[in-house]
C-alpha cells in the first residue's frame, strides 16, 4: 500500500494505519531554496499481542560516557552508548562541537551497546551522539566535556613483604624490613610508610629511581597476626597511595634426636657422651647426669645453631655406682625449653683388683 504525502523542511506528517503490514510512503519536500525533494519510505505497521496495531517505535540514545559531572585528563576518552530500537546499518556519528569525529552502520537490529575511544587535548567540549535512520536524525542528549591536562602520576613499587605473604618467627617480637622502590617520583617529593594496627610509622624524603628499607619492630602468635603496610608518597595537599598485607606467625623451634649414646673407657671413671641431633634455630645444649641417689649434675653446656648436628664431650666420675643422663635444650632468645630427652643409663662398677670398668645400656 503506498500514501503520498507533500512537506515543509522540519515538518511532521501524522497519519493513522488501520491494518498491519508494509506501507511504502512517498514523500515530496520543499527546501528553504523553494526546491523538491521526493523520498521513498518503507515502513512496516505490526499487530501487538492485545491486538493493537504497532509502528516502529523510534530510536533513543543514551549517552552514558563521558560524565558531565566528571573531569577527564587528556589523551585517550571512552564513549559508550546505547541504541534502543536501531535498524542494522544505520549510521550513528559521535559529534563534539558540531563535527563529527566518528560515523559508523549499527552493527546489530534493535538494541546495540557501542563503545569508541576518542582522543582529545586539553579544553571544554559539547559533544553528542546522533543517528540516521530511516532518512530521519535523532540526537541524545548534548553534555559538556571539561578535559584538563594529564598530570604525571609518581610510580613506586611495594617490593616486600608480598601481599599475602606469611613470615615466620621464633619469637614473640621480630624486626621486619620493609622494602619498597620509587621509580618515578613525578611530583612527590616525600614518602610516609605507616603499618596498621601498630604505631609504627616513617616519612622521608625521595628520589626517583630509588630503594628504600625500613625496619619496624611487630608483634607475632601462634595464631598469627595480620599487618596491612602502606606507602603514601605527597606534596602538600596531594598524594597517591599503594598498600598491601601480610601475615607475621611464631613458630615453635624444632630439635630432632637421631643418637644418644655414651661410652664408658677402660681407664675407670671416665665417660665419652654423643649426641647426633637437627636443629632449626639457635639454642643452648646442657647435659645432665643422675646418680643412683637421685642427684643431678650438670656435666657440659653447648651453644648451637641450625648448622650444629653433633654434641660430643667426655666427663670424669668420682665414684662407681649407676647413672643415666639426659639433655636439655633452651631457646637463646627465650629461655622456651624446646627439648628434654630420654635418660640413657650406665654403669661404673669396681672389680676385686681395684680397677674400675663400665658397661651401659641405653
Known sequence: MTHNYKKNKDKQIQNR???PGTYQINAEIETENQETIQENI???IQESE???IEAEQ????TLNKPSETQTYSDGSIEFEFEVENGVQGSEYQIIIDESSEIARMLPEEGE??????ITLSTGEYETYIQLNQNGETYKSETITLDVEEQIEQPEFTLDSPNDGETI????EETDVEFEFTVEDRAWAEEAKIKIEQTQNQNTRLISSDQKYIEDFNLESSEEGISYDWIVTLKHEDSQVSSEKSFNLIKESPQFSIFEQSEEVRENGYEVDFYLEFEADSTSEITAYYIDDQGQEEMMSSEYIDEDSSEFEFSHFFDSEGEYSWYILVEDLESGEVIKESDTSSFEI??????????GGDS
Open 42 to 44: 518503507e515502513i512496516e
Open 58 to 61: 523510534e530510536p533513543e540514545l
Open 17 to 19: 494505519f488501520d491494518e
Open 349 to 358: 662398677t669396681e672389680e676385686d683388683d681395684g680397677d674400675t670398668i663400665g
Open 50 to 52: 492485545s491486538g493493537e
Open 168 to 171: 615466620e618467627t621464633f619469637d
Open 112 to 117: 546495540n551497546q557501542i563503545t569508541e575511544e
